[in-house]
C-alpha cells in the first residue's frame, strides 16, 4: 500500500459525459501528479501541483483540468468525454523537493462507451 | 523534451533464466527510479539511483546507473514468475519532472 488512495476505482459512462477523479496523496507530501496509461501505451503525464499551485503541465487535453484542494487532495475532471478517453488514471504523490521518488495510487480505470 | 528509450519491449523466458533491461536517454537526469507494475494496478517503486555508477542491489535484481547519468540498466538473475509485470524506468530532472520510458514487459514461464 503506497498510503496514496484514488476514487473510483472503476467508472463506466458515455461520450459526452463528464467525470471527475479523486485523489488522496500520502499524508504530509504537497505534490500530486496525474498520469494516463493507455492500453499499449506508457504513462503519459497530464499535470502536476505542489501545494494548491500548477506546477507542470504535460500532454493535458483542454478538455481536462485539475486543481489541488486546501486539504492537498486533488481532482481531475474530465469533460465531453470521447471514446479514446477510456484508460487508466494514475495519480502519485512525492514527498517532497528533496526527492523525485513518486508513489503511485491503485488507479481508476476510466471506460467510455 | 527528453526521451527514455527501455528495450527490449518484451521479454519472455523460462523460470531461472537471468536478464537485463535497459534504460537510454541522451539526456542527463538528477536521478532515475525503477518501477514494476502489475495489470490494472499502480506502479510500485523498486529503487532510485542518485549517483552516476552507483550499484544497488535488491535481493535477485541489481540496478545501474550510468557514469553520465543518462542510461540504467536493471539486471534479474534467476527470474522467477513473480517478476512477471512491466518494469518502468523514469528519469528526473532538477526542475522535479519525471519522464517515463514505455516500459519492458516481462513474462516468467515456470
Known amino acids: 500500500d503506497s498510503g496514496v488512495t484514488q476514487t473510483p476505482k472503476h467508472l463506466i459512462t458515455a461520450t459526452g459525459q463528464r467525470v471527475t477523479l479523486r485523489c488522496s496523496p500520502r499524508?504530509?507530501?504537497?505534490?500530486v501528479y496525474w498520469y494516463q496509461q493507455s492500453l499499449d501505451q506508457g504513462l503519459q503525464f497530464l499535470i502536476q501541483?505542489?501545494?494548491?499551485?500548477?506546477?507542470a503541465k504535460g500532454n493535458i487535453l483542454e478538455r481536462f483540468s485539475a486543481q489541488q484542494f486546501p486539504d492537498l487532495h486533488s481532482e481531475l475532471n474530465l469533460s465531453s468525454l470521447e471514446l479514446g478517453d477510456s484508460a487508466l488514471y494514475f495519480c502519485?504523490?512525492?514527498?517532497?523537493?528533496?526527492?523525485?521518488?513518486?508513489?503511485f495510487g491503485p488507479g481508476t480505470r476510466l471506460t467510455v462507451l | 523534451t527528453q526521451l527514455l528509450e527501455q528495450s527490449p519491449q518484451f521479454l519472455s523466458i523460462q523460470e531461472g533464466e537471468n536478464l537485463t533491461v535497459y534504460c537510454n536517454s541522451s539526456?542527463?537526469?538528477?536521478?532515475l527510479q525503477w518501477y514494476r507494475q502489475e495489470p490494472g494496478e499502480g506502479p510500485v517503486l523498486l529503487v532510485t539511483v542518485v549517483t552516476g555508477g552507483e550499484v544497488k542491489k535488491l535481493k535477485r535484481l541489481t540496478f545501474q546507473f550510468g557514469d553520465a547519468r543518462k542510461d540504467s540498466s536493471l539486471h534479474i538473475t534467476a527470474a522467477q514468475p513473480g517478476d512477471t509485470g512491466l518494469y518502468l524506468c523514469?528519469?528526473?530532472?532538477?526542475?522535479?519532472?519525471?519522464?517515463f520510458g514505455d516500459g519492458t514487459t516481462l513474462t516468467v514461464k515456470p
Open positions: 523514469a528519469g528526473a530532472t532538477n526542475a522535479g519532472k519525471s519522464t
Open positions: 499524508s504530509g507530501d504537497l505534490s
Open positions: 501541483y505542489y501545494n494548491g499551485e500548477e506546477r
Open positions: 502519485a504523490s512525492r514527498p517532497g523537493e528533496g526527492t523525485d521518488t513518486q508513489y
Open positions: 539526456s542527463v537526469f538528477s536521478s
